[in-house]
Structure formats: structure tokens, C-alpha cells
């Protein structure tokens, strides 16, 4: 697109070029010509995102974050503000679907290798995003006051009380008292509004990554000539857009029909320090983790090994041996990916019950595997895996449908 | 594995795990909750107004001698979207009540009779109080109570009809009542209801299954007022969301149909 010739547009473009730049990076913006559904979640997240800013601005404009008042407000939200109780479905919900985004973000950045260079950086601000949204959550979590609020803030600020020494003073500096009280749900707040702002930051440094080599791609090859690339618009424009139909879709099931499907009944009771549910569980999207904690029967390794489960990912570019990107060419990684993705749902239905029985057995070796996957079988695999022959261009083997297995029979040799 | 065949594995593996975040809370020792059939279950589901009215006679009449509703005012009965009382029946019902307002100019708080405006009077001032007159244990607040337990009106349909006598085996502690639902099974609150514990103005024969299924009824709806309006919204969004969905797929296809073309000439 050549910039409109609307003398206004020009004169500012010319002392402020948000035109030029917008133009490039969203208009002209070169991608790959392969990319397939899969590369829909990256952009699904950053729209939820922005939808989870907007309504939790307009719920803080009603909440009041104090221990007597809390629940109460959230209530009020829900039955006297207008359309309050669409804000905080969609606020509520929409924490659960920007998980389920990312983590199939993540899942597709491991299949096609998305991680490898020159995408490490991308791929750590990556997971530091996933590392802000988790703290996001949990705090965000806490804000209602119900039981499991209190419980589940209580159990995991007391991880910290782990460390050696000086655990018990950093739980009270957490806390802001001897407890979990109202100075601990008052900074909770202040930071579950803060570290959004944070996450759009570290989201524009993921795109400034992403868009100086571009997208990975199915292939895992990189761009040979502009015949490999088309402009971003309007192709990824409406295949993002229709993605989003199709997501929005899903949300609204949500929202409107199953609001509280996610969410945990005893959550609906007012917190109280004198009284412990008879089970705490986290929110789904913290199980894999939970269940990894309670697998160490060491309070502190149990602790490391739950930070080391998401520390793991950022060496994930480095443990990687194979210089192949994607899993398609990879014979024996693709199964092993896909073991990978079976374990971490082993781990998140181990992480919803009571460390029991064959739950903690099967807690233990879904733990165990999970190290291996990324400390020995991740390296290990790339040494000796003989990798299927690559296509020689993105072009040859996208011609049409099926063509792709036509080229590869062709380059067989 | 081929892509196409990721996207239905993907699928199904997240459905599979939603199912088990939400069955963590299953017990073996009490009875599984009978499933009833509510007015306001399925995404077009609505109230039962008059089982609503009733509802309300049962709460009012019976559990509210010990059990708040903090959460509700006088004012929320008022409407068709809500119980279906007009304003005057509204401001009767809340004149029956005696409130504590002030203080006063004189710094004394003084015995008013109840406005619309406001909350629905609580039978004890504190929980110490509440504590003090029932043996020990706290009768739950019970606005959003058929959000706060798993099952729902179903649970406190059964709770309210699942009152049995003790097994021979079973020891119970002192004042404690033996229900089959109860979590435990031994429940401080005694058996509320009887048959024509309540009288129903529209004839009604109050049965104790009709009693609790009316205040399960009442009780769902005080638990979400807006329930009747998002399925309503939600229906409008649906079909919006489908139309604008099925629009930019033609749009993709018919965008992406031109590099497809150019591609086939290609080769």
C-alpha cells in the first residue's frame, strides 16, 4: 500500500511515521504463504488480552479491595451494576481461555520448532509472558475473597516459606502481616492491575522479535525469495479474523450458557481464616504445576521443581540439539511431542485430585517424565534422529492440496 | 500425524481435561444428587414466576428464621424480571419487617418499619449471635448459596428432602441431624420442612418436594438475578457471532481463492 496521498496523513507521517510503520508491519508485513490454523493462537491471545484490560478496568471501577468488602462488591458487580455481570463473566472466563490460547501457542512453538534460531529471544519473552500471566492470574484469583481465594493464596505465598532461612521472613513480606489479610489482598490488587500493563510491553517486545526474522512456518524452512512470502494483509488479516469468529464463538458458550463450568463452587463462599475447605485446588490451568509440587515429597525440592518446570522452557532453544525446525520432518520427535502433550494432561488430572494412591504414583512418573522429555530426550533425540529430507522451498510443496507430500516423494531419494 | 489430524486431537485432549478439573470434587460415600427438572435449566430456561412467589413464601416464612440473605434488597423482588411483584406488594412485604436504622439525631439507633430500598432483614446481628442460638454451628448466608455448592439446586433440593433416620451403626454427635446428601452426613440444621409446614396462596398442595423445590427455585434465582437476561443476551450473541463468522469465511476463502488460482498457474 503506498501511503494515502491526504496531505494530513502526510505531514504527520513525515515528523511522527506511525503510518509508514503501521504500513509495514501489519500491511506489507512479509509471511510466510504456509502458515496453517496453528499460527491463529498468537494473535487469539494478544486479542484477549486487550478484552481482559478492558473489562477489568470497568470491574476495578466498582470493586472495593478490602477484606469486609471484597466479596460483597464482586456481588454488586454482578447483580446491580449495569451489564456488570457480563464484565466479570467475560473478565472470569476469559482468564481460563487466554490460558487455553497460550498454552496451544506454546504446544505449536514446540511441534514446528518455533523456538530454534533466530527465534530464541522470541521464544524466552515467550515464556516470560507466560510467567506474568500466571502471576497475573493467581493474584487476579485472589480478589473476590471467597474460600478458595484465601486458601489458595494462603498455600501458595507458604511455598516460599521453603527456602532455607529466610523463607518464613519473605512469606510475612509478602504478606504484609502474620497472615493473609487485608494488606496482602490490597497489594494483590495493585499488582493484578499493574503486571497487565507490564504484559503489553513484554507482547510488543515478542512482536518486535517476531517480526525481524518473521514467522516460523509449518515447513520449519526458511524463505527462500518473495515467492515464499505473501503481504500480511489482507490474507492473515481475514484468516485472523475468522479465527477469531470462530474463538469468539466458543467464549460466548462460555460466558452466556456455562459462566461458572471453570470456576469452583466453594470460590462462591465468602472467605474465612478460621475455616479450611475441605480440598484446595488451584485453577485448572495451574494443575500440571500443582501436581509436579506435590510429586517431590520435599517441601523445598517440590518448590524447585515447580519454578524448574517453566525455568526448563527458556533453555529449550539450547537443549534442542536437531537443526530441524518442524516435527513434521522429524520421525521420532513427533512422538515424542506428542507423549509430551499426554504427560502434561496426566499432570493436570493428577493435579486435580488428593495426593492419593495411584495418584501420586502416577504423579511421580508423569513429574519424572516430564524433566526427561526436556533434559534427555530433547538433546538425545536431535543426536542420533535421521531427519526426513527437507523441501527445497515453502513454495514447492504448498502448490495444492496434497502437493506438499508430492514434493516430498520427489525429493526422496 | 498429519496437521489435519492435530487439530481434532488437540480438541479432544482439552475436553478431556476440563472434564476432569470439573470432577475433582466427587465423594463416594454420599448418594449421587438426584437430577431434577428445573424451569430455569438449558440455555433458554426461565424462572417459574409463581414458583419464584413461592419460593420466596417458604424462605420468608421458614428458613429466614435462621438463615440471611445479605446480599438481596426488598427492591430486587420487584418486577417481571425478577419475582413478579409490583412495587406496592414489594413495599408490603418490606413493612412487615422491623429495621434497625441511625442513629438518629440524638447519636441512638432506633426500630424503623422496612423500605424497599432496603436489605433483606438478617434474623441474628452477628455470627457470635448466630453461633449462640443454633447449638454451635453458623446457618450460611444464603444468597449465593445455589452457586456455592456443587450441584447447585439440586444439592439443596436434596439436602431439604434427604433427612433420614441414623443408621443403626452410626454414632451422632450431639444435635446433629442425619442426612443422606450432607457431606459427613450429620448436619446441624434439624428438619426444616414438613408437609403444609407453609400455606401457598395459589393453592398449591406445599408438600415437603414442593416446598424444596420452590425454594430451590427462589434460591437459584436470588443466587443470579441476571440469569433470565444473559441466556437472553447470549442467544443475540450467538447468532450474531455465527452470521459475522460464516461472512469472513466466505471472505477468507474468496481473499485467499486468488493466490490459490495464482499457485495452480504456477505449477
Known amino acids: 500500500m503506498a501511503l494515502p496521498q491526504n496531505k494530513i496523513v502526510r505531514w504527520i507521517d513525515h515528523r511522527l511515521p506511525v503510518f509508514t510503520f503501521l504500513d509495514h508491519e501489519l500491511y506489507q508485513y512479509p509471511t510466510p504463504k504456509n502458515l496453517n490454523y496453528w499460527w491463529n493462537f498468537g494473535s487469539l491471545a494478544g486479542i484477549v488480552l486487550v478484552i481482559m484490560i478492558v473489562t477489568g478496568i470497568f470491574l476495578a471501577m466498582q470493586y472495593t479491595p478490602h477484606v469486609d468488602y471484597a466479596f460483597a462488591s464482586v456481588e454488586r458487580i454482578m447483580r446491580d451494576v449495569n451489564y456488570g455481570w457480563l464484565m466479570r463473566y467475560i473478565h472470569m472466563n476469559g482468564a481460563s481461555f487466554f490460558f487455553i490460547l497460550v498454552y496451544i501457542h506454546i504446544f505449536r512453538g514446540l511441534y514446528y520448532g518455533s523456538y530454534k534460531a533466530p527465534r530464541e529471544l522470541l521464544w524466552m519473552l515467550g515464556i516470560v509472558i507466560l510467567l506474568l500471566m500466571m502471576a497475573t492470574a493467581f493474584m487476579g484469583y485472589v480478589l473476590p475473597w471467597g474460600q478458595m481465594s484465601f486458601w489458595g493464596a494462603t498455600v501458595i505465598t507458604n511455598l516460599f516459606s521453603a527456602f532455607p532461612g529466610v523463607g518464613n521472613d519473605i512469606v510475612t513480606w509478602l504478606w504484609g502481616g502474620f497472615a493473609v489479610s487485608n494488606p496482602t489482598l490490597n497489594r494483590f490488587f495493585s499488582l493484578h492491575y499493574l503486571l497487565p500493563f507490564l504484559l503489553v510491553g513484554v507482547v510488543g517486545l515478542h512482536l518486535v522479535a517476531l517480526h525481524q526474522h518473521g514467522s516460523n512456518n509449518p515447513l520449519g524452512i526458511d524463505r527462500k525469495g518473495p515467492q515464499d512470502s505473501i503481504p500480511f494483509h489482507p490474507y492473515y488479516t481475514i484468516k485472523d479474523m475468522f479465527g477469531l469468529g470462530v474463538f469468539l464463538i466458543v467464549f460466548a458458550l462460555f460466558v452466556f450458557y456455562w459462566p461458572n463450568l471453570l470456576a469452583d463452587p466453594a470460590n462462591y463462599i465468602p472467605a474465612n481464616p478460621l475455616q479450611t475447605p475441605p480440598e484446595i485446588v488451584p485453577e485448572w490451568y495451574f494443575l500440571p504445576f500443582y501436581a509436579i509440587l506435590r510429586s517431590i515429597p520435599n517441601k523445598l525440592f517440590g518448590v524447585c521443581a515447580m519454578f524448574g518446570s517453566l525455568l526448563v522452557l527458556f533453555v529449550v532453544p539450547w537443549l534442542d540439539t536437531s537443526k530441524v525446525r518442524s516435527a513434521y520432518f522429524r520421525p521420532v520427535f513427533k512422538w515424542v511431542f506428542w507423549l509430551l502433550v499426554i504427560d502434561c494432561f496426566a499432570l493436570g488430572w493428577v493435579g486435580a485430585h488428593r495426593p492419593e494412591g495411584w495418584f501420586v504414583i502416577i504423579g511421580r512418573i508423569a513429574t519424572f517424565y516430564y524433566y526427561l522429555h526436556f533434559l534427555v530426550l530433547l538433546p538425545v533425540i536431535g543426536w542420533f534422529e535421521q531427519p526426513l529430507p527437507l523441501p527445497p522451498s515453502i513454495s514447492s510443496p504448498v502448490l495444492k492440496r496434497g502437493g506438499r507430500r508430492l514434493a516430498l516423494a520427489r525429493h526422496k531419494p | ?267
Not at chain 2, 413461592?54 to 424462605?59: E, I, K, L, P, T
Open chain 2, 1 to 267: 500425524m498429519t496437521r489435519r489430524r492435530i487439530m481434532p486431537a488437540l480438541a479432544g485432549a482439552a475436553l478431556l481435561a476440563l472434564g476432569a478439573g470439573a470432577a475433582w470434587a466427587q465423594d463416594s460415600s454420599e448418594p449421587p444428587l438426584p437430577k431434577m427438572e428445573w424451569s430455569f435449566n438449558g440455555p433458554f430456561g426461565t424462572f417459574d414466576r409463581a414458583a419464584l412467589q413461592r419460593g420466596f413464601q417458604v424462605y420468608n416464612e421458614v428458613c429466614s428464621a435462621c438463615h440471611s440473605m445479605n446480599l438481596l434488597s426488598y427492591r430486587d423482588l420487584e418486577g417481571p424480571s425478577a419475582l413478579g411483584y409490583s412495587a406496592d406488594e414489594v413495599a408490603a412485604i418490606a413493612a412487615t419487617k422491623q429495621v434497625t436504622d441511625g442513629p438518629n439525631d440524638q447519636g441512638a439507633m432506633f426500630q424503623r418499619g422496612g423500605r424497599p430500598a432496603d436489605h433483606f432483614v438478617a434474623p441474628f446481628a452477628n455470627a457470635e449471635a448466630a453461633r449462640a442460638a443454633n447449638g454451635g454451628a453458623l446457618p450460611p448466608d444464603l444468597s449465593v448459596i445455589i452457586k456455592a455448592r456443587a450441584g447447585g439446586a439440586d444439592y439443596v433440593h436434596a439436602i431439604l428432602t434427604g433427612f433420614r433416620d441414623p443408621p443403626q451403626d452410626m454414632k451422632m454427635a450431639a444435635g446433629m441431624n442425619y442426612n443422606m446428601y450432607f457431606p459427613g452426613h450429620q448436619i446441624a440444621m434439624p428438619p426444616p420442612l414438613t408437609d403444609n409446614r407453609v400455606t401457598f396462596a395459589d393453592g398449591t398442595p406445599a408438600t415437603i418436594d414442593q416446598e424444596a423445590r420452590d425454594v430451590a427455585t427462589f434460591l437459584a434465582w436470588a443466587s443470579e438475578p441476571t440469569m433470565e437476561e444473559r441466556k437472553r443476551t447470549g442467544a443475540k450473541v450467538m447468532i450474531f457471532l455465527l452470521v459475522m463468522t460464516g461472512v469472513l469465511y466466505g471472505a477468507k476463502r474468496r481473499v485467499w481463492s486468488s493466490l490459490h488460482d495464482k499457485d495452480e498457474k504456477d505449477s
